[in-house]
């Protein structure tokens, strides 16, 4: 019976398991294909346009299902019209259009100041965002933008979309500057890394998205657990651990040299300190609702909101670990991360929708991926 049983042909893999990419494609292009169309709305572009865009996009899906041998092209191709193109369009439109009021939030305004800031020989830590031009921005909350005054993320931020003059990220969030793509390509770039046991470029990589953005950090431990298992050793991720910190350094030790009081005063006691120099509790995270229950007596109050965001995160390592360690996989550290900066950030001093939506993305993609992986 055994003899037997041995000749039985492999279980084939679910029709999920096999289109499990064209899945994912169609439920991430949906809403991204609404937003550009408002996107197109708002610039007054001619209806054909969009029409068209989602036409094409409609005929690529068709043809990955039709024909498994065009799945890369056409991925591709559906990946530039509904992200690559908005964001090119942006740009275009930002230098050659001259209009009184632009598609642009605060924080990728803010972007494109430090990067002026920069090319000017101003120290963008410390500069005043208002009086360059911010303060013009409309702002919805009753209390004054904080980017009129603090540029609380670290230099990778503005340093890599230098070039282009607009934050990287993807259609109306990218727009808007409301997004933390940039530090997730390079946090999913490490782990792929780390797949393939190049556990030095994984260093580097990890070293440039903390240099982007602060919480990337918390990303560090979980994915050094899931190098450990691909087979990384003691010295080895020592090894990776020191080109990350080079990394690093590349990027913050000439804004602390070129002004460290301002550097540390826009990137941390800003973010974590009380009075006057202190990020204004809003959003709807445990900080607000310990405001609007009176713990909290105003939104500029001191708050141990620092160690609270130690304390969630060493909880999401140690289940992280106990985790990995029974073995590790790809879909369960998105999991973990997604987790790890849902949670660390509910307890801050603000919670935004836009952190919701990025742990909620990478747990999702870790879920599908992990529900989708061909048997």
């Not at 930002?94 to 000017?120: K, S």
């Not at 030095?200 to 602060?214: D, E, F, N, P, W």
């Not at 560090?220 to 991720?237: H, K, Y």
């Not at 990394?247 to 070129?258: E, K, Y």
Request: proline share 6%.
């Amino acid at each position: 019976m055994q003899l037997a049983a041995a000749r039985l042909p492999a279980r084939s893999p679910s029709v999920a398991a096999q289109h499990a990419d064209t899945l994912v494609l169609i439920l991430l292009g949906l809403p991204t294909a609404a937003i550009d169309w408002q996107i197109a709305v708002t610039w007054a572009v001619p209806a054909w346009v969009p029409a068209a865009g989602v036409s094409l996009v409609a005929a690529l899906i068709v043809t990955m299902v039709a024909r498994p041998r065009a799945k890369p092209v056409a991925t591709a191709a559906v990946v530039a019209l509904l992200y690559a193109l908005p964001v090119v369009g942006a740009i275009v439109r930002w230098h050659l259009v001259a209009l009184p009021r632009a598609l642009i939030g605060d924080g990728a305004y803010q972007t494109q100041l430090a990067g002026d800031f920069m090319l000017h020989g101003v120290d963008p830590y410390g500069a005043d965002y208002g009086r360059a031009g911010l303060a013009s921005a409309p702002w919805a909350e009753t209390f004054a933008s904080p980017a009129l005054h603090h540029l609380v993320t670290w230099p990778g931020q503005f340093l890599f979309p230098l070039p282009l003059f607009l934050v990287p990220g993807h259609s109306l969030l990218a727009v808007l500057g409301d997004n933390d793509l940039p530090v997730v390509a390079l946090l999913l770039a490490a782990l792929l890394a780390a797949q393939h046991r190049r556990f030095l470029l994984m260093g580097v990589l990890l070293g440039c998205a903390i240099a982007t953005k602060q919480h990337a950090l918390l990303a560090v431990p979980l994915i050094a657990v899931f190098a450990t298992a691909r087979g990384a050793d003691r010295r080895t991720i020592t090894r990776a651990a020191a080109a990350g910190t080079v990394a690093v350094a590349a990027f913050l030790l000439p804004f602390v040299l070129w002004d460290g009081a301002a550097f540390v005063r826009d990137t941390v006691i800003f973010l974590i300190g009380g009075g006057s120099e202190a990020y204004p509790i809003n959003g709807f995270g445990l900080s607000a609702i310990l405001l609007s229950a009176g713990v909290i007596h105003g939104a500029r109050d001191a708050f141990p909101f620092a160690l609270l965001e130690m304390l969630t995160a060493l909880v999401v390592w140690v289940v992280g670990w106990r985790w990995l360690r029974r073995g590790a996989a790809i879909p369960d550290v998105l999991v973990l991360l997604g987790l790890v900066f849902a949670s660390v950030l509910f307890v801050s001093r603000y919670f935004h929708d836009t952190h919701l939506l990025l742990g909620a993305e990478l747990v999702l993609a870790g879920l599908a991926a992990r529900r989708w992986r061909p048997a």
